[in-house]
């Protein structure tokens, strides 16, 4: 079945540290790829996604590349600030499916 | 534009009663899914609904769980005879389902569902 793979945290930063959180999947055929952002007390909002492979996404300075040779779509800033203190989840969705699969989530603490 | 909301935002009951969680999706979105987010098994699919089409219910849990989609928009998740391991988040989402690629999912509030 499919499953993602995402490092497991806390992760802690110095503001203006380069971040990069790792996310490895598996699954049949050509899945679509998501990063999920959860910031306290909020709920899930979608960060940025890639649906083909070397398709980049990127949004509010954080990149994702999606690797379909690596089965990977790691998450990376490269410079981080307090606000994006959060838990970072990686999913993906089949192209024939609808369920997303999601990762544990990533908690990053990034300091002043 | 409205997001997607759900109601209540917490709820708090005695083990062995019924509950409902209401979801009302973005307007114009065809898809709606339940999730549920706790500590022990992370994110997890219930059920997806997709216009008239016969519901996925692949990821329920026990039969005491059903959801009903009603005239294509506002969906109720049920929770009978609820037990302590219920106690969670419970997380509703919508998509327009493009035709390719994408599916992007945009997420309620949630409802934290606790069993006492």
């Known amino acids: 079945g499919n499953s993602v793979t995402q490092m497991e945290g806390p992760v802690t930063l110095s503001e203006e540290a380069f971040l990069t959180i790792n996310c490895t999947y598996t699954?049949?055929?050509?899945?679509?790829l998501f990063w999920y952002v959860q910031y306290p007390g909020e709920g899930l909002q979608l960060l940025l996604k890639a649906t083909k492979a070397d398709d980049k996404g990127s949004n509010k300075g954080f990149e994702a590349t999606y690797r379909k040779e690596t089965t990977s779509f790691h998450l990376e800033k490269g410079s981080v600030q307090v606000s994006d203190s959060a838990v970072y989840f990686c999913?993906?969705?089949?192209?024939?499916?609808?369920?997303?699969?999601f990762g544990g989530g990533t908690r990053v603490l990034v300091k002043p | 534009g409205a997001g997607v909301s759900q109601s209540p935002s917490n709820k708090v009951t005695e083990k062995g009663k019924d509950v409902e969680l209401r979801c009302d999706p973005i307007s114009g979105h065809t898809a709606l899914y339940w999730y549920r987010q706790s500590l022990g098994q992370g994110l997890e699919f219930l059920i997806y609904?997709?216009?008239?089409?016969?519901?996925?219910k692949s990821g329920l849990p026990s039969d005491r769980f059903s959801a009903e989609r009603t005239g294509g928009s506002v969906s109720t998740l049920t929770i009978q005879r609820t037990q302590q391991e219920d106690s969670a988040v419970y997380l509703c989402?919508?998509?327009?389902?493009?035709?390719?690629?994408?599916?992007?999912?945009?997420f309620g509030p949630g409802t934290r569902l606790t069993v006492t």
């Open positions: 999913a993906l969705l089949k192209a024939a499916g609808n369920k997303l699969t």
């Open positions: 699954a049949t055929g050509y899945p679509s």
């Open positions: 989402a919508s998509s327009r389902r493009t035709g390719t690629g994408g599916y992007e999912q945009y």
């Open positions: 609904f997709q216009g008239n089409s016969a519901p996925d």
